[in-house]
């Protein structure tokens, strides 16, 4: 445990940074960035938890003819994790060039991850295209932290 606490701090700092971020970086109110914010740091647990099971179905995939099964959105619901379409997927948000509208993008991603569960219908902020897309790549980027991926577990909570 005391190790957890070790580890959390640098995303905790990053965390911090991104709100000192929206407050200079936007003319937005905290109330109006509130959700947006919360459903990217979701995103990124998604994302972390997809990954960890993703890897751990493919391991004992069956393969037909030297090819791999793919993966399907069943096999993530049996692990209780959500499956994460390519354009949802937080590393391919990361990675998008800059010439595509990055909000738009977030927005979409949003909407195929509320396609996977109905539990998520209409919860998920659509909104991101309040955000320049500087800003936005720059949440992305502070969110994008190995760190959550290596603590494993709701680590949001716990900061």
């Not at 990954?51 to 692990?79: C, H, I, Q, T, Y």
């Not at 949003?110 to 659509?126: A, R, Y």
């Amino acid at each position: 445990m005391a190790d957890n606490k070790i580890n959390i701090r640098k995303p905790e700092a990053d965390l911090w940074e991104s709100a000192d971020l929206l407050r200079a970086g936007s003319k937005l109110t905290s109330s109006q960035y509130c959700m947006p914010v919360l459903a990217l740091l979701f995103l990124r647990y998604a994302y972390s938890r997809f990954k960890m099971v993703e890897a751990e179905l493919l391991k004992n995939r069956p393969s037909r003819g030297g090819r791999v099964m793919p993966v399907e959105p069943s096999d993530f619901a049996a692990k209780s994790a959500l499956y994460l379409p390519r354009e949802a997927q937080f590393d391919y948000l990361v990675n998008l060039p800059d010439n595509q509208p990055l909000g738009e993008a977030v927005n979409h991603a949003m909407t195929l991850v509320e396609g996977q569960s109905e539990q998520l219908t209409g919860i998920l902020p659509k909104s991101y295209t309040m955000f320049s897309d500087e800003l936005l790549r720059e949440l992305l980027r502070i969110f994008n932290n190995k760190t959550l991926d290596e603590i494993g577990g709701d680590v949001i909570g716990r900061i």
